[in-house]
């Protein structure tokens, strides 16, 4: 499939709301822009995004037909494209999935991704996959890692890495709509599993507010997209990305 030239810049406020932009416009499937600075780059709920000069900012317009039920499998799809990305470039090939939204190498945050929905002035439904990856820099009092520190230097240029993420990601998107199944996570939770972190290991789930909601082994992810904790008591619990987020006990 040929792709659209992806929209460079050098500096904008936020890589997806310019695709939210463009996509109430109504600009096609795969259509992309890549920034090496973000001056009011978010993460989920609105966190702050540090968007320093020197990493990649890339938001992919996605059109993917299929049921409502299933969008909240987007982002599962989305972080597999980038690692199938990263994979093409044979860079960062050791990355895995932190549930719900970022990609971690080395047990350190490497890139994140924020999926944001809208609708365009013919009242068709679209989403943008906004990911942002730490080339050059990382925050260290984050803990997270660059791909400079992973491929020694040797990291792929900013058109090659945006044009890998985004045909990365349109495939495995292409992929998981077309595959059968209502849940959200059908057609892609094999693999999401086979890259998911800290599986088997016990975690701690907080709310947004950063209050302990659950505590116990990472046992999986259903096909809803729920992670599932087990309980030092036995028991199952099942926790959503819009009640909690993940942290190492």
């Given amino acids: 499939m040929r792709h659209l030239p992806i929209k460079t810049l050098d500096e904008v406020d936020s890589t997806n709301d310019v695709a939210l932009a463009a996509g109430r416009d109504g ?3 795969g259509w992309a822009v890549a ?4 001056t009011a780059g978010r993460g989920r709920r609105g966190h702050v995004w540090e968007s320093p000069e020197g990493n990649l900012y890339l938001s992919v317009l996605l059109r993917p037909q299929v049921a409502p039920t299933r969008l909240p499998g987007l982002a599962a799809a989305c972080g597999l ?3 199938d ?10 990355s895995q999935l932190k549930w719900p939204n970022d990609l971690l190498a080395h047990g350190r945050k490497l890139a994140g991704i924020l999926v944001e929905v809208g609708r365009d002035g013919q009242g068709g ?3 943008v996959c906004g990911v942002g990856v730490n080339v050059g820099d990382a925050p260290r009092d984050l803990g997270a890692i660059a791909l400079a520190e992973l491929a020694a230097g040797a990291t792929p240029s900013f058109t090659s890495l945006a044009e890998a993420l985004r045909d990365g990601v349109v495939a495995r ?7 059968s199944g209502d849940r959200p996570l059908d057609g892609v939770r094999k693999a999401y599993l086979e890259r998911l972190a800290w599986r088997g290991e016990k ?6 507010d950063g209050s302990e909601l659950a ?3 990472l046992e999986t992810v259903d096909a809803w997209g729920r992670a599932v904790l087990l309980a030092p008591d036995g028991s199952r619990v099942p926790v959503s990305a819009e009640q909690a987020s993940l942290r190492p006990a």
């Avoid at 920034?35 to 973000?38: D, E, F, I, V, Y």
């Avoid at 990305?85 to 050791?94: D, I, P, R």
């Fill in 27 to 29: 600009a096609p499937h």
């Fill in 35 to 38: 920034a090496r600075r973000q």
């Fill in 81 to 83: 494209g980038v690692l």
């Fill in 85 to 94: 990305g990263l994979k093409a470039l044979g860079v960062a090939n050791e």
């Fill in 125 to 127: 439904a679209f989403a």
């Fill in 173 to 179: 998107v292409g992929s998981w709509a077309s595959s």
């Fill in 203 to 208: 975690v701690v789930a907080r709310s947004p």
């Fill in 215 to 217: 505590r116990g082994t």
